[in-house]
């Protein structure tokens, strides 16, 4: 399929790089391509960024029929642009798709137009220490019809975001509040799937945790209500008498691309590493004996993010007196210094664009 491209006739001012907030400003232009059933996908082009004109009757907005990606590219020390694994984001992308009924996209191909926009886009991607071009692909479900059931049409797109920290804290240690009412996702559900309704159930729980001074909820499952699983945007990991433990993939959190990459480096330094089931209460008694000796999150926006202190009831515990863990900053280094191409990359993690 060839790709269209339509450049925009005014160009917008680029924000200051030295103060980028996260998910606040968009490039100049942005990939789109369309599905129906007799065509496929079909009509790749890329165009200046700008709204969707879509019926109020779209089956997105009613029937939340939609799923959406993250990831980045870099800049690299000698000015190159440079992708982290994408293969995976797109590989997790038609899984997303799988699961809500959304024909897959030709993974190849949506890489090839990703490189292409961001060819186009190259003067957005910053420069500045600890910022990067975020990238957001999503498809939405576009039939104009009240009935429940999978569309037959589609939009796809791609939008890009220079970015600084998700975090207002940086790699300084984030608290997290673990929620013990609401439920997220269960085994069966959409919790493995990349899909906005995963995000909305979180919603309330996250404005409870704000009020109470948390930057972030941390769930437990849907059934027993006891097993640790992610936090809203972060998988995470702790370390427990020198192994890493996180929870293992069961249907209802999202598998990771950092979560796995974080795993691997663990793996290939020799650390021991369980994926498993975490009772909240074996975390807390770790907690009080002292072998939680740190505890992070991992995920696009943020990397790798420490938790400093995470309560649960009317208890709270704080990790490493409140500080990054050694293990957790080697983490952070390492994966960053890949990203940025500021280290080598021993796996081949890294996509060169330009």
Avoid at 26 to 34: G, P, S
Avoid at 69 to 86: H, N, Q, S, V
Avoid at 156 to 176: A, H, M, Q, T, W
Wanted: hydrophobic residues 40%; charged residues 25%; glycine residues 10%.
């Amino acid at each position: 399929m060839d790709i269209k491209v339509e450049l925009a006739k005014t160009l917008k001012v680029k924000p200051d790089p030295s103060i980028l907030t996260f998910g606040d400003y968009f490039t100049d232009h942005m990939f789109v391509m369309n599905y129906d059933k007799e065509n496929g996908w079909h009509d790749a082009r890329i165009v200046p960024y700008g709204p969707f004109s879509i019926e109020p009757s779209a089956m997105v907005l009613h029937y939340a029929q939609e799923i959406f990606e993250g990831l980045k590219a870099y800049r690299a020390p000698d000015g190159g642009i440079t992708l982290f694994r994408p293969e995976e984001n797109f590989k997790r992308l038609n899984s997303s798709c799988e699961r809500l009924s959304i024909p897959p996209v030709d993974e190849e191909f949506v890489l090839e137009a990703l490189k292409k926009l961001i060819t186009i886009e190259q003067d957005w991607v910053p420069s500045a220490p600890n910022t990067s071009l975020y990238i957001r692909p999503f498809i939405i479900a576009t039939d104009a019809h009240i009935g429940v059931h999978a569309s037959h049409t589609y939009i796809f797109c791609i939008i890009l975001s220079p970015v600084g920290s998700y975090y207002k804290e940086g790699i300084n240690p984030v608290k997290i509040y673990i929620e013990d009412e609401d439920v997220r996702a269960v085994k069966g559900g959409m919790g493995y799937a990349k899909t906005g309704g995963n995000y909305a159930a979180s919603l309330r729980a996250g404005e409870k945790a704000a009020a109470k001074g948390y930057s972030q909820v941390l769930w437990l499952d849907g059934v027993h209500r006891k097993y640790i699983e992610e936090v809203g945007a972060m998988n995470v990991l702790f370390k427990i008498n020198g192994t890493v433990v996180t929870p293992m993939l069961g249907g209802s959190i999202l598998p990771g691309i950092t979560r796995k990459s974080c795993l691997e480096l663990l793996r290939y330094w020799g650390v021991p590493v369980e994926e498993r089931l975490i009772d909240v209460d074996e975390l807390f008694e770790a907690a009080r004996s002292g072998a939680l000796e740190e505890a992070w999150g991992s995920g696009t926006a943020a990397v790798v993010s420490p938790i400093g202190e995470i309560l649960f009831e009317n208890e709270n515990i704080v990790i490493n007196g409140g500080k990054i863990g050694e293990l957790t900053q080697k983490l952070y280094d390492n994966l960053t210094g890949i990203q940025w191409g500021r280290i080598p990359d021993p796996f081949g993690w890294v996509v060169k664009v330009l």
